[in-house]
């Protein structure tokens, strides 16, 4: 049951526009409105997004006037987005390290 929750969780992160909507969630609340502009997509994919990363527990909604606002379900996630960014330069270090090694041994 854990794995399987945390596998549905895991694809629903699993999208580049998915992850960047986290990221700008993670500075606050926002409207789609508030979204457009830095996505760069149309309002109807953005809502889309929104609605399967509110499906699987990962942002809430609420209603406030004529407006709908989105926000992390739970801070963590910001700390999951921060854990993949320290993990990815990480491994882009050692890359870089690979390939400066394999440099000097030409």
């Known amino acids: 049951m854990k794995e399987e929750k945390i596998t549905e969780i895991l694809k629903a992160l699993a999208h580049p526009t998915r992850l960047k909507i986290l990221e700008l969630l993670k500075e606050g609340e926002k409207c789609v409105c508030e979204m457009l ?3 760069k ?4 994919n953005v809502s889309q997004h929104l609605a399967i990363l509110k ?3 990962v ?3 609420e209603k406030k006037g004529l407006y709908v606002y989105y926000r992390l379900r739970n801070p963590k996630f910001a700390e999951i ?3 993949l960014d320290e993990i990815l330069i990480d ?3 050692e890359e870089r390290k690979t390939l400066l090694e394999l440099r000097k041994a030409k």
């Open 91 to 93: 491994l882009l270090n």
């Open 81 to 83: 987005l921060k854990a």
């Open 59 to 61: 942002v809430e909604v």
């Open 41 to 44: 997509l149309h309002q109807a």
């Open 55 to 57: 499906h699987f527990g």
């Open 37 to 39: 502009l830095p996505l």
